[in-house]
Nanobody, 121 residues
Framework: QVQLVESGGGLVQAGGSLRLSCAAS????????MGWFRQAPGKEREFVAAIDWSGGITVYVDFVKGRFSISRDNAKNTLYLQMNSLKPEDTAVYYC??????????????WGQGTQVTVSS
């Protein structure tokens, strides 16, 4: 049974940083591409970033380029999202996902429970 557990969210002032983590179990983590999505209140869930199985290829949505960095530690079965220069519009619940299609940015089947990120102005 695939389990994804996000952590690291919280309340931060604009311009601040947070590092999200996603601990994965029940799968061969190093064989799967991974990604992050987010959902703000009243909005649809949207793609944020994705990374291939090795960590060598990353893809970002335009509005986070240069501010967010996705990475992974296959030895620890953990996915990360380093978020810098946070803006109030980054406020959302952030979810990790397995088997994100980097080309289409379409999500895979499995989701975590999400972690809340709130950026105050």
């Amino acid at each position: 049974q695939v389990q994804l557990v996000e952590s690291g969210g919280g309340l931060v002032q604009a311009g601040g940083s947070l590092r999200l983590s996603c601990a994965a179990s029940g799968l061969s983590f190093s064989s799967h591409s991974m990604g992050w999505f987010r959902q703000a209140p009243g909005k649809e869930r949207e793609f944020v970033a994705a990374i291939d199985w090795s960590g060598g290829i990353t893809v970002y949505v335009d509005f986070v380029k240069g501010r967010f960095s996705i990475s992974r530690d296959n030895a620890k079965n953990t996915l990360y999202l380093q978020m810098n220069s946070l803006k109030p519009e980054d406020t959302a619940v952030y979810y990790c996902n397995v088997d994100v299609n980097r080309a289409t940015r379409k999500a895979g089947q499995y989701w975590g429970q999400g972690t809340q990120v709130t950026v105050s102005s």
